[in-house]
T-cell receptor
């Protein structure tokens, strides 16, 4: 799976949008971009994933650049409960063979939402 | 509850002892994963089960680590002759199907401390 690069930490004011960047310049055409987050003392939680189109769900939006070499996770109105480590992961799509069941985590970005 | 359940939540043991950690996945999920997370790091893949069989145990660090899933549901991670370096949070996750674009559901982990 392609590697990802994320900033170590970011700060955001409560109520403002949090924009978390991720670089995945070696991503392959059959690899999805996944975002998970991990609140302190809990297990990772799935947020969103996408292939090449922008995606939105009740938690966040995922913006993927046209060349797919980077993406941004957007939390539109950050709250104190959004303080967590956010992981950007690329993983091959189903049916592509290989170890596409696995998620390979990096160190992620520690997002701190301040009051 | 409907989530992934892990017991014990905390385990303190002495160096050289044997430890078992249990994972009860979401009902109906055929895929089960074990990860290990050390302080300040992202989760690290250990082993993956599809049904009763270990389809990939490439992440197990050495032969002191072993995991079983005899009936295709509950799994037990077993660590023999524990060492201080085994101290970590052991996370279990399950998914409906392994080769899909679906999410992994994580438990809250078992924190192991080896004195």
């Amino acid at each position: 799976d392609a590697k990802t690069t994320q900033p170590t930490s970011m700060d955001c004011a409560e109520g403002r949008a949090a924009n978390l960047p991720c670089n995945h310049s070696t991503i392959s055409g059959n690899e999805y971009v996944y975002w998970y987050r991990q609140i302190h003392s809990q297990g990772p939680q799935y947020i969103i994933h996408g292939l090449k189109n922008n995606e939105t769900n009740e938690m966040a939006s995922l913006i993927i650049t046209e060349d797919r070499k980077s993406s941004t996770l957007i939390l539109p109105h950050a709250t104190l409960r959004d303080t967590a480590v956010y992981y950007c992961i690329v993983r091959v799509a189903s049916g592509s063979g290989g170890s596409n069941y696995k998620l390979t985590f990096g160190k992620g970005t520690l997002l701190t939402v301040n009051p | 509850g409907a989530g992934v359940s892990q017991t014990p939540s905390n385990k303190v043991t002495e160096k050289g002892k044997y430890v078992e950690l249990r994972c009860d996945p979401i009902s109906g999920h055929t895929a089960l994963y074990w990860y290990r997370q050390s302080l300040g790091q992202g989760p690290e893949f250990l082993i993956y089960f599809q049904g009763t069989g270990a389809a990939d145990d490439s992440g197990l660090p050495n032969d002191r680590f072993f995991a079983v899933r005899p009936e295709g549901s509950v799994s037990t991670l077993k660590i023999q002759r524990t060492e201080r370096g085994d101290s970590a949070v052991y996370l279990c996750a399950s998914s409906l199907r392994p080769h899909s674009t679906g999410e992994l559901f994580f438990g809250e982990g078992s924190r192991l401390t080896v004195l």
